[in-house]
């Protein structure tokens, strides 16, 4: 089944550790984003990636990184700079039309939740 | 002004009763809305899509998009204790690839 694959499903940080959340998707997407959730909070965009090894960041890029070196590959790296990455993260990806434009449906995956100890 | 932004909650109805939930955006959005349903501990779920000024049904849902006013709504019918969950707006932001803004969500919270 095609979908995105987001894991681990938990992870605990450690201060002044790098983490790495991956994401994998087998639904041959152009798009792929990483989005932030905190507790009664929307989500806010972290970065995105339109095409193979280009990025942009979105709202709150402060203390993480991203690559995009395979289509179907989007790692979210939270560095030791994001002072307060305890959240919900979620994947998600979307095609790009016959047009070339986007299309509007965003496929999620199942996210992590990150704590820190 | 936030881009996307959602009445705020959380909201409480009886079961059967119409639950009302609302997002007003800004310029920098473009025309085209999204409902996402998420449950507790889950990713959001595209409910309702809409295009178009006017409403649009699906079901027990009707969305409603006023262009002019720059305001989305949803609408739930006959609301069932499975309708218990956060809900988000979404909209596009022009000339940003799909760049999809999330409004803050809005619990809803159906009684028995």
């Known amino acids: 089944d095609g979908g995105i694959t987001q894991s681990p499903k938990y992870l605990f940080r450690k201060e002044g550790q790098n983490v790495t959340l991956s994401c994998e998707q087998n639904l041959n997407h152009d798009a792929m984003y990483w989005y932030r959730q905190d507790p009664g909070q929307g989500l806010r965009l972290i970065y995105y990636?339109?095409?193979?090894?280009?990025?942009q960041k979105g709202d709150i890029a402060e203390g993480y990184s991203v690559s995009r070196e395979k289509k179907e590959s989007f790692p979210l790296t939270v560095t030791s700079a994001q002072k307060n990455p305890t959240a919900f993260y979620l994947c998600?990806?979307?095609?790009?039309?016959?047009?070339?434009?986007?299309?509007?449906?965003?496929?999620f995956g199942s996210g992590t939740q990150l704590s820190v100890l | 002004q936030k881009e996307v932004e959602q009445n705020s909650g959380p909201l409480s109805v009886p079961e059967g009763a119409i639950a009302s939930l609302n997002c007003t955006y800004s310029d920098r959005v473009s025309q085209s809305f999204f409902w996402y349903r998420q449950y507790s501990g889950k990713s959001p779920e595209l409910i309702m899509s809409?295009?178009?000024?006017g409403d649009k049904e699906d079901g027990r849902f009707t969305a409603q998009l006023n262009k002019a006013s720059q305001y989305v709504s949803l609408l739930i019918r006959d609301s069932q204790p499975s309708d218990s969950a956060t809900y988000l707006c979404?909209?596009?932001?022009?000339?940003?690839?799909?760049?999809?803004?999330f409004g803050q969500g809005t619990e809803l919270s159906v009684k028995p």
């Open positions: 990636s339109q095409i193979v090894n280009d990025f």
């Open positions: 998600a990806s979307k095609a790009r039309g016959g047009t070339g434009s986007f299309s509007e449906k965003l496929f």
């Open positions: 809409i295009y178009s000024n």
């Open positions: 979404a909209g596009p932001i022009y000339n940003q690839g799909g760049k999809l803004i």
